[in-house]
């Protein structure tokens, strides 16, 4: 299975950006789908964007317009432009990355939106 190393988290106030990036071990071009989810406390993961080759991107009702997912293929990496920052957006976000036989997923990185 690739391995996916997230890093950007952090804590920020209420209104401020933050930017996670996703790398992954191997060449992504393999899978089909490469995305965001994230798991706040007591609640279930939850898909936050998601690119699938051939087809584009989609997002959560929660952070369109405000949220901007990205690939850079020749790195193989994923990045999630997170602008407009709520309270709620408060959660582990975690990568992801699917193809045929492989649902596989970083370890996590926590975001936190207080003031």
């Known amino acids: 299975q690739v391995q996916l190393v997230e890093s950007g988290g952090g804590l920020v106030q209420p209104g401020g950006s933050l930017r996670l990036s996703c790398v992954a071990s191997?060449?992504?071009?393999?899978?089909?789908?490469m995305g965001w989810y994230r798991q706040a406390p007591g609640k279930q993961r939850e898909l936050v964007a998601r690119i699938t080759w051939g087809i584009g991107q989609n997002y959560a009702d929660s952070v369109k317009g405000r949220f901007t997912i990205s690939r850079d293929s020749a790195k193989n990496t994923v990045s999630l432009q997170m602008n407009s920052l709520k309270p709620e957006d408060t959660a582990v976000y975690y990568c992801?990355?699917?193809?045929?036989?492989?649902?596989?997923w970083g370890q996590g990185t926590q975001v936190t939106v207080s003031s």
């Open positions: 992801n990355a699917q193809r045929s036989g492989e649902n596989s």
């Open positions: 191997r060449n992504i071009f393999s899978y089909m789908a």
